[in-house]
């Protein structure tokens, strides 16, 4: 039992030392951590980087919500990935490949890099955009956020993963499968949520700095800097650069390179009774995206156009060409920068407050060139340059009673989003330009103001049980306002009609309630019950060339979702060959309705939309350990159905159909072993990974399909041997030497397929098949420095 003469101890104690554990919400899934819970949490992935420098974090919210034991204690579904599986995406991969090794989650991409767009899909819900068409049926269905703040755009509900390009500057990642916890949640958590958490500051002083090259002139250098604790403050700068070329050959032997950065720097003050941190994020990721090939080829589909160029197809031009970039380039690039702060006090004995603020800018550019069949045509340019501005506020306070670990507050943002584009061509007749565009063009305005207020409550009757009952309240409210008129004045006098954004100023405000619970019981000390229940809402997306308020009449509803969880956990700390051990197995069953589906043609014309109604289901299992004390080992494994229960487009009805680009099954395997050799410790490092079928989208039909692009699977290398220095050089404490060998077999397979209206390569490519390959064999070397 417990009451307030137990729990009074416990907060001072806290106050003392600076770190609010227990009257705080230090996790992602939304549960409150007791000082003896963190006590006893394992040192594992929320830790492991300042672990390995002999250093501590201060004020670890952050890292807390990445331990073991918080995950054990929550009634939530929540996996995170820790330093192998970050490390298992390679050096010069970015977030989008480190979560392709979570259960339930895949990938697919034009890149390797972190500079790369990537779709992502969790449990079969979508987000992110992969720079290609077909199946993005949930887009932007997933909440994203950097170090506990929202980067996804509130209107166009998107988030790219080029945002997060640099994994050496995080301390792990976790993704909360289902709606989640009020206190967690954002604006647009259908189907989960991605939390990047990254390097936070230390009580030691310290640095460390990684370069790498490999495959396809990659490079990458990532760095952090620790200044350790000086009168209670504490900072950390952090960030990365690098560049590649792409796998993709042309002709003309343009080698479609990217690039990325990303700087982080945060300062926090501990104090007693609580801390106060500032925050500064710039990330910015640029690839030329190929053209998607042909699997097979198709009479009039050819490297230019023109009928007397060779055919293109991964059977003719060969599997990773593309065509070359006097017919057809397209740049593509996404930016984001950050501010923010926190503030966690204790209040008294029982009461904590805490409070995030922040400023949010992101900003796109797509520079697309396409003369493909040599035609000079009207719309030969595209300048896509949207951008975002988002500010919020989110307070909150948590209390402490016997019993019940209460918290109850609420946010609001603010955001703009300007959907602007233009298509136009300089030559002769038309002498248009970015600014007077001669084709399509727009330029709207959309205005989000969100609002939500929450209670929940953490019921504990008994030691062993948990129950967490909660419910917010929402108002979502958007105006729209059409400005191409204003914005590209010449042209509308010009050209009206290639206005994308035809129907006037309009407006919408919704108001819901989301209730939500969570069940944890430890009927033994290493053995967790647990089960979920939440609804959330979201706005569907708008933007693009069309849709909601620009084309189509703002009469909508939100789209909803409806999420079930239930599972075991099983965590042992320190057993007989189960060191740090812990194991996920849940079940999920999502219904996600309302859905609003629009589609686009190749040069961002608005087709039409489709209304849907999709049920996901699945199982998830996700285990990780150390056998010995050398040795790890992490396997993720899933199975998962989805259905459309209602599909319609054009009149025509596809229900019963399956959700297209969810694969039925992903697995990754790994393992790393430590051992001395002279005095080296070295590493070696194996792991497999495994992509399931699914099945594609059909953009002839604006429909999904029966049709399926098959499984595949690479096996993976690597080794490290990490040198002591001995005192040799002052400061310095070792040098880690690596080689990373990426899909040793050089499988050939495709991360994407999708079946083609005929508008990307013309002739008689209608109801084709179309493909995004994925990397061939690659091999890296890096070196990393540590101080």
């Known amino acids: 039992m417990r009451s307030n003469m137990k729990l009074r101890p416990v907060v001072v104690a806290l ?8 009257s705080v919400p230090v996790m992602a899934d939304g549960i409150t951590a007791s000082t003896q819970s963190a006590k ?3 040192v594992d992935v929320g830790q492991v980087n300042a672990a390995a420098q002999g250093t501590s974090t201060l004020g670890s919210r952050e890292a807390q919500s990445l331990s073991q034991k918080t995950r054990f204690d929550s009634g939530q579904s929540v996996k995170v990935l820790d330093k192998h599986e970050l490390a298992a995406a390679g050096p010069v991969g970015g977030s989008a490949q480190a979560l392709s090794y979570a259960p339930g989650v895949s990938v697919s991409s034009y890149g390797y890099t972190g500079s790369t767009k990537t779709s992502i899909s969790v449990n079969g819900i979508k987000q992110g955009w992969g720079g290609f068409s077909g199946g993005q049926i949930d887009n932007g269905s997933l909440s994203v956020t950097f170090d506990g703040v929202p980067m996804v755009n509130p209107s166009s509900g998107l988030w790219e993963s080029p945002q997060v390009p640099q994994n050496g500057i995080l301390q792990g990642i976790g993704i909360t499968y289902g709606p989640g916890n009020p206190v967690d949640r954002w604006y647009n958590n259908i189907g989960g949520q991605i939390d990047f958490v990254p390097l936070q500051p230390t009580n030691k002083a310290g640095a460390s700095i990684k370069m790498s090259y490999g495959s396809y002139d990659a490079k990458n250098i990532v760095f952090n800097v620790r ?3 000086i009168d209670g403050w504490s900072t950390i700068l952090a960030g990365g650069s690098g560049s590649s070329n792409s796998y993709r050959q042309t002709p003309d032997g343009f080698a479609n390179p990217s690039y990325n950065y990303a700087w982080f720097l945060k300062t926090r003050k501990t104090f007693s009774n609580g ?3 500032l925050g500064a994020y710039l990330a910015k990721g640029s690839g030329y995206r190929p053209v998607s090939i042909p699997l097979n080829p198709i009479a009039g589909v050819t490297m230019d156009g023109t009928p007397n160029s060779p055919l293109y197809s991964q059977a003719t031009s060969g599997y990773y060409s593309s065509l070359p970039e006097n017919v057809w380039f397209k740049q593509d690039g996404n930016t984001t920068w950050l501010v923010y702060s926190k503030l966690n006090l204790a209040l008294d004995s029982m009461v904590g407050l805490h409070n995030t603020l922040w400023y949010r800018n992101g900003h796109r550019l797509h520079f697309h060139y396409n003369n493909y069949g040599l035609s000079n045509p009207k719309n030969l340019y595209e300048y896509n340059n949207p951008h975002t501005d988002v500010y919020g506020d989110k307070l909150w306070f948590s209390v402490a009673l016997p019993y019940n670990d209460v918290d109850v507050g609420g946010f609001f943002l603010n955001s703009r989003y300007n959907s ?8 002769p007749p038309y002498y248009g330009s970015a600014s007077v565009p001669n084709a399509h063009y727009r330029s709207d305005y959309f205005d989000q103001t969100d609002l939500a207020a929450f209670i929940q409550d953490r019921i504990s009757p008994m030691g062993n049980l948990h129950i967490t009952p909660g419910v917010r309240f929402i108002n979502y409210q958007t105006r729209y306002t059409p400005a191409a008129q204003s914005d590209f004045a010449a042209a509308y006098a010009l050209y009206p009609q290639n206005n994308q954004g035809a129907l006037p100023t309009a407006s919408n405000s919704f108001t819901k309630v989301e209730p939500s619970v969570d069940f944890n019981w430890q009927p033994m000390k290493w053995l967790a019950v647990f089960a979920s229940y939440a609804q959330a809402y979201k706005e569907p997306q708008v933007g693009g060339g069309g849709g909601l308020y620009q084309a189509t009449p703002p009469i909508y509803s939100l789209e909803k979702s409806a999420d079930y ?29 309302n859905q609003y589906i629009p589609f686009y043609d190749a040069n961002g014309n608005y087709l039409g939309d489709a209304n849907g109604d999709s049920i996901y289901q699945g199982v998830n299992m996700a285990l990780e350990d150390d056998p010995i004390y050398n040795l790890h080992v992490f396997a993720n494994l899933n199975f998962e159905k989805a259905t459309f229960a209602h599909y319609v487009t054009g009149g025509v009805s596809y229900d019963g159909l399956p959700v297209s680009n969810v694969p039925s099954s992903t697995f990754n395997i790994g393992t790393a072993y430590s051992y001395y050799l002279s005095g080296v410790l ?5 792991w497999y990974q495994y992509t399931g079928a699914q099945n594609i989208f059909n953009n002839n039909t604006t429909a999904p399909s029966q049709q399926k692009m098959p499984g595949y699977g690479t096996v993976n290398l690597g080794f490290d041997s990490t040198i002591p220095t001995r005192g040799s050089i002052p400061g310095l404490k070792d040098v880690k030497l690596s080689v990373d060998v990426l899909n040793l077999a050089n499988n050939r397979y495709n991360e994407f397929q999708y079946i083609t209206a005929g508008g990307l390569l013309g002739g008689n490519s209608a109801g084709q098949v179309l493909a995004l390959p994925g990397a061939p064999l690659t091999v890296y070397g890096s070196i990393a420095v540590n101080f």
């Open 15 to 22: 106050m003392a030392s600076g770190v609010l554990l227990s």
């Open 40 to 42: 006893n949490s394992s």
């Open 227 to 229: 200044t350790g604790s």
């Open 275 to 277: 801390d106060f941190s």
């Open 420 to 427: 602007r584009n233009a298509f136009y061509n300089t030559n």
């Open 565 to 593: 969880n239930a599972g075991i956990k099983i965590h042992f700390r320190d057993a007989a060959y189960l060191h740090n051990f812990f194991l996920l197995a849940s079940f999920y069953h999502l219904h996600y309705t």
């Open 682 to 686: 070295l590493e070696p490092r194996i």
